[in-house]
Structures are given as structure tokens and as C-alpha cells.
């Protein structure tokens, strides 16, 4: 293992009493009975280790059983359409992710003839796998030591050695690779790798860690100046942007609502969403000008608008930004015959749902409109 040359690290630790106190922790307390710590290989580690990306275990387990009983290996997610990836994945949020599951697994399976790569370096190189996520493949699936460190690792680790400044910072982030390098054992790889995830998620805990039967504690510094809660350190706060929108809900006479696809880029790519305006008066009639061509053509094939209504604003935040989204209710009273299903919109009915990727706003304005 790289020794610890970094000169802002504290140099009194045992590190390999700090894996073993880990490791002899898991073998008593570790979770060993995850859906995905059965029959493991690197699809599957890969899979789970996407989910988990900012999502709870718990919220993880029914989305990936239900996506190895689709896609049981590389090749039949790189065969599958991505709309069907996207349904799957439609809950879970951060659709860039799925999106590139579905890119990684076509090029492992066309020009890796369906073999993941068996290297951290090799890993990195395939979409949406970093530094870490090829680490935790590397070590669960092959079984060879690399060093992990996501939101749980960073946790434990600013914590026990009091490491100031936010992990999202660069300077913090090395230093924090430097000390999970140093700590990261030889053998018992997968262990150790699957033992620092669950102590960060079971015990080193954002609100209340479980200090008094916590393996490491001994020499954990937040818990020896009872300052558990300054670390990790929060990210300098920014004023978030609002960005207000008008989504389109258009019901048919048979009340399927027209729905169209996003485009690749962009925020919920790939998934099918209502028709956004950004109106220039508060008139709902001459909202209708704005919406898409293909919108209008059909609003307008009929004798009239049964109905038009505008619910209550709500919020949807992003990383980055909040959207603040309108819902305008256009009902009308024919189904229009010029719209036929394409490839980019389609007449959805909520009642007998087709298999669609839907956003999450998407999703709960379908169910309050039935
Ligand atoms: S002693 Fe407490 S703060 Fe320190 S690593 Fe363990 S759980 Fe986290």
C-alpha cells in the first residue's frame, strides 16, 4: 500500500490497527445479505455501486432486483431500448446515470466482447465510472485492494481525523485520498471495501453516530473533542437559482395525456415529459401559441377546449438549481387523430400505463390528475 508521504496528515496513526478494528467489526456487524453480495461479479457490483450513488439501500434494493430480472447481464442491457432502461430506472433520479449504464454496457459489450475491464484505470475509462465506483468494482469483484471513497468513507474519515475544508474541494479531496490509501489493507479487499461503506452508513451516521460502538473511536478525534457534527464540512453556501416553467398537461376526450420525449442532453434526458412554456402573458389561452407545433395542430383538429385550468406553482430542485413548475390542465373534448405516436411524443394513458421513463414531477402530476 502507498505510505502516507502527505506532510498535512497526522502521522501518529496505526493504520493497519485502524482495518483490522474495521474489518473484525464487519465480520460481526457488516451486511453480508444484499441482493447484490450474492452471486457477485462485476455487472452486477457495477449496477448496484450506480444506484447507491445518492440513494439509500433500502430505496436501491427493489429497483435493482427488478433490473438484474430484466438485464441478468452486460449483453442484455446493451441489447435492451433504452425508453425500457429508463422506465426501470423512472424513481430513482440522477438520469444521467442510467444513461450511461446503457453506453457503458453497449461498449463493454461490442468492443470488450461483454468483459469489464479489471483495472481502476481500465474502469475510468468507460462512462460514468469514477475514481471510486471502479475502485469499489475492483476490490468486490476481483477481489484486489483499491481504495474507495465515497459520500459514507469521506464521512468517517474527515471525522476521525478532524480533516477540514469540504470534500467537494480539491486540495480536501487529496488529502482524503492520501489517508483512504494509507488505511486500505492488502487482503480482504472486498471486506474492507463493503466494511467502511457500512460503518459510514450504519454507525458514522450524518445525524447521530453511534460513537461508543464504533470500532474505530479509540483514536477518533471528533469523537474525542465531541465535534462529531462539524465534519464533514459543509459545502460554502451559494444562493440557488429558481428557473419558473409552464408544463402543458393535455388530456384527450379518452383522458390519455400528451406526453413528449426530452432530448439526450439536459436535464431528465431521454425521458418523456409534458410540453414546457415559458409564458409571455398570464392569459392560458394565448399559452397555447407557445406550445409545440405538434401540440397545437392537435389542440386545434377539434370543434373547442372543453377546459383550461392552472394549478398551484410547486418546487423541484436540482443539484444546482430549483424549477418552479406551473401546471396548466387542457382538456379537451375530441382525441385528436392527427397525433399519432412517434418516436418523440405520445398519447400516454395513465390508467394502462405503456413503459415509459417518466421525471419524478412527471410522474406525481399523472397520479394527481387520476
Ligand atoms: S467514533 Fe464516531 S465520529 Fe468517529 S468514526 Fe466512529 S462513529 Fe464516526
Same mark, same amino acid.
Given at each position: 500500500?502507498?505510505?502516507?508521504? %502527505?506532510?498535512?496528515?497526522?502521522?501518529?496513526?496505526?493504520?493497519?490497527?485502524?482495518?483490522?478494528?474495521?474489518?473484525?467489526?464487519?465480520?460481526?456487524?457488516?451486511?453480508?445479505?444484499?441482493?447484490?453480495?450474492?452471486?457477485?461479479?462485476?455487472?452486477?457490483?457495477?449496477?448496484?455501486?450506480?444506484?447507491?450513488?445518492?440513494?439509500?439501500?433500502?430505496?436501491?434494493?427493489?429497483? *435493482?432486483?427488478?433490473?438484474?430480472? %430484466?438485464?441478468?447481464?452486460?449483453?442484455?442491457?446493451?441489447?435492451?431500448?433504452?425508453?425500457?432502461? $429508463?422506465?426501470?430506472?423512472?424513481?430513482?433520479?440522477?438520469?444521467?446515470?442510467?444513461? %450511461?449504464?446503457?453506453?457503458?454496457?453497449?461498449?463493454?459489450?461490442?468492443?470488450?466482447?461483454?468483459? *469489464?475491464?479489471?483495472?481502476?484505470?481500465?474502469?475510468?475509462?468507460?462512462?460514468?465510472?469514477?475514481?471510486?465506483?471502479?475502485?469499489?468494482?475492483?476490490?468486490?469483484?476481483?477481489?484486489?485492494?483499491?481504495?474507495?471513497?465515497?459520500?459514507?468513507?469521506?464521512?468517517? $474519515?474527515?471525522?476521525?481525523?478532524?480533516?477540514?475544508?469540504?470534500?467537494?474541494?480539491?486540495?480536501?479531496?487529496?488529502?482524503?485520498?492520501?489517508?483512504?490509501?494509507?488505511?486500505?489493507?492488502?487482503?480482504?479487499?472486498?471486506?474492507?471495501?463493503?466494511?467502511?461503506?457500512?460503518?459510514?452508513?450504519?454507525?458514522?451516521?450524518?445525524?447521530?453516530?453511534?460513537?461508543?460502538?464504533?470500532?474505530?473511536?479509540?483514536?477518533?478525534?471528533?469523537?474525542?473533542?465531541?465535534?462529531?457534527?462539524?465534519?464533514?464540512?459543509?459545502?460554502?453556501?451559494?444562493?440557488?437559482?429558481?428557473?419558473?416553467?409552464?408544463?402543458?398537461?393535455?388530456?384527450?376526450?379518452?383522458?390519455?395525456?400528451?406526453?413528449?420525449?426530452?432530448?439526450?442532453?439536459?436535464?431528465?434526458?431521454?425521458?418523456?415529459?409534458?410540453?414546457?412554456?415559458?409564458?409571455?402573458?398570464?392569459?392560458?389561452?394565448?399559452?397555447?401559441?407557445?406550445?409545440?407545433?405538434?401540440?397545437?395542430?392537435?389542440?386545434?383538429?377539434?370543434?373547442?377546449?372543453?377546459?383550461?385550468?392552472?394549478?398551484?406553482? *410547486?418546487?423541484?430542485? *436540482?443539484?444546482?438549481?430549483?424549477?418552479?413548475?406551473?401546471?396548466?390542465?387542457?382538456?379537451?373534448?375530441?382525441?385528436?387523430?392527427?397525433?399519432?405516436?412517434?418516436?418523440?411524443?405520445?398519447?400516454?394513458?395513465?390508467?394502462?400505463?405503456?413503459? $415509459?421513463?417518466?421525471?419524478?414531477?412527471?410522474?406525481?402530476?399523472?397520479?394527481?390528475?387520476?
Amino acid at each position: 500500500m502507498p505510505q502516507n508521504d %502527505n506532510p498535512t496528515l497526522p502521522q501518529k496513526i496505526s493504520t493497519p490497527s485502524f482495518a483490522q478494528h474495521v474489518l473484525h467489526w464487519f465480520d460481526d456487524h457488516g451486511r453480508k445479505n444484499l441482493p447484490w453480495q450474492h452471486d457477485i461479479n462485476a455487472y452486477r457490483v457495477w449496477v448496484s455501486e450506480i444506484m447507491l450513488q445518492q440513494t439509500q439501500v433500502t430505496t436501491v434494493i427493489p429497483y *435493482f432486483e427488478t433490473f438484474m430480472a %430484466n438485464f441478468p447481464d452486460v449483453n442484455a442491457l446493451a441489447n435492451a431500448d433504452i425508453d425500457e432502461v $429508463l422506465h426501470l430506472w423512472t424513481g430513482l433520479g440522477y438520469y444521467a446515470r442510467a444513461r %450511461n449504464l446503457y453506453k457503458a454496457a453497449q461498449h463493454v459489450s461490442t468492443s470488450l466482447q461483454g468483459d *469489464f475491464p479489471t483495472t481502476v484505470d481500465g474502469l475510468v475509462e468507460l462512462p460514468g465510472i469514477g475514481r471510486s465506483t471502479a475502485a469499489a468494482i475492483v476490490s468486490i469483484a476481483f477481489e484486489q485492494p483499491a481504495t474507495i471513497l465515497d459520500g459514507n468513507v469521506k464521512r468517517v $474519515l474527515t471525522r476521525h481525523q478532524c480533516i477540514e475544508g469540504w470534500p467537494g474541494n480539491t486540495q480536501t479531496q487529496n488529502t482524503l485520498w492520501d489517508l483512504a490509501e494509507t488505511y486500505t489493507p492488502n487482503n480482504r479487499s472486498r471486506d474492507y471495501t463493503q466494511a467502511m461503506m457500512d460503518l459510514g452508513a450504519t454507525l458514522c451516521t450524518r445525524a447521530k453516530p453511534q460513537c461508543t460502538i464504533c470500532p474505530v473511536s479509540a483514536d477518533c478525534k471528533s469523537y474525542a473533542n465531541n465535534c462529531q457534527s462539524d465534519f464533514p464540512n459543509k459545502k460554502p453556501k451559494k444562493a440557488m437559482p429558481k428557473k419558473h416553467v409552464h408544463m402543458l398537461i393535455t388530456l384527450n376526450s379518452e383522458g390519455s395525456v400528451y406526453l413528449e420525449q426530452r432530448p439526450d442532453n439536459g436535464i431528465w434526458g431521454g425521458l418523456y415529459s409534458f410540453p414546457e412554456c415559458t409564458p409571455a402573458s398570464a392569459n392560458l389561452n394565448d399559452m397555447l401559441d407557445t406550445a409545440p407545433p405538434v401540440l397545437r395542430q392537435a389542440i386545434h383538429s377539434g370543434p373547442s377546449i372543453q377546459e383550461i385550468e392552472q394549478w398551484s406553482e *410547486f418546487k423541484h430542485t *436540482f443539484s444546482h438549481y430549483h424549477l418552479m413548475i406551473t401546471p396548466v390542465i387542457i382538456r379537451l373534448n375530441h382525441s385528436p387523430l392527427t397525433v399519432s405516436d412517434s418516436d418523440q411524443h405520445t398519447w400516454f394513458n395513465p390508467s394502462a400505463p405503456s413503459k $415509459l421513463g417518466l421525471a419524478a414531477p412527471v410522474k406525481k402530476l399523472l397520479s394527481k390528475l387520476t
